[in-house]
Nanobody, 115 residues
């Protein structure tokens, strides 16, 4: 199983980035896909998730600014991040989880928002 994030980088306040997470080795369509982030010295926090039936949920801190989506044909989940703020600076991780209790993490991608 492999989850590979991409799309991170350096952006100015108010800018946008789109993160991607490509999955292999799992039946992607049956997994709920999560995006987490981790600020330095803090625990990972759930940013958004999308279920197998395309229901979505967001942390209050990103509602209205971030959009999670998935393309099952490409085994990929996305996180569109708009109106970025310095406090969005973190390492972003994707995670796949399913009803069997299995969870798989990607290696993370750094997002830095300059003020």
């Amino acid at each position: 199983v492999q989850l590979v994030e991409s799309g991170g980088g350096l952006v100015r306040t108010g800018g946008s980035l789109r993160l991607s997470c490509a999955a292999s080795g799992i039946i992607f369509s049956i997994n709920t896909m999560d995006w987490y982030r981790q600020h330095p010295g803090k625990q990972r926090e759930l940013v958004a998730f999308i279920t197998s039936d395309f229901s979505t949920n967001y942390a209050d801190s990103v509602k209205g600014r971030f959009t999670i989506s998935r393309d099952n044909a490409k085994n990929t989940v996305y996180l569109q991040m708009n109106s970025l703020k310095p406090e969005d600076t973190a390492v972003y991780y994707c995670k796949a989880r399913n009803r069997g209790g299995f969870e798989y993490w990607g290696q993370g991608t750094q997002v830095t928002v300059s003020s």
